[in-house]
């Protein structure tokens, strides 16, 4: 199972629209909501997985928009997911970035940061949004 992880490209978001609206209770976030710098993992040509991460003025990052093509079921898809976040940590390490932050709601995707190491705060969150 050899996976490659890639940059994310202004193509790819059609595609990720897509798989946002597919999967029940997505909403395909704009394209003005999303930063330039986000990850696709892949498997013999195949799109599998895809994150995007915002850089701040701090040394603090946000892995966001982790969402997967509904279309691959093959049994190494959850290896796929925790290679996407492995290597999207380690380009932030390189960037020197030393916190790291998501949000998920979805427990396999809360499953698989856990067996990475992340801490998950036991009281869910909201994501709180306003359009200016």
């Known amino acids: 199972m050899k996976f490659n992880v890639r940059n994310l490209t ?6 990720l629209v897509e798989w946002w609206d597919w999967w029940p209770g997505w909403v395909a976030p704009p ?19 895809a994150c995007y991460y915002y850089l701040t ?5 946000f892995i966001e928009w982790i969402i997967s093509n509904p279309q691959y079921r093959d049994k190494d898809r959850k290896q796929a997911l925790g290679t996407l976040i492995t290597v999207a940590e380690q380009v932030l390490k390189k960037l020197g970035v030393v916190h790291v932050m ?3 709601r979805h427990p396999s995707l809360l499953k698989i940061h856990e067996e990475l ?16």
Do not use: Q, R
């Open 57 to 61: 003025n701090s040394k603090a990052a």
């Open 10 to 15: 202004e193509n790819d978001y059609s595609t």
């Open 102 to 104: 998501t949000m998920s």
């Open 117 to 132: 190491g992340w801490t998950i705060d036991p009281k869910p969150s909201h994501e709180i949004i306003k359009n200016l």
């Open 31 to 49: 394209k003005t909501f999303l930063p330039e710098t986000g990850l696709m993992v892949t498997k013999d040509d195949k799109n599998i997985a």
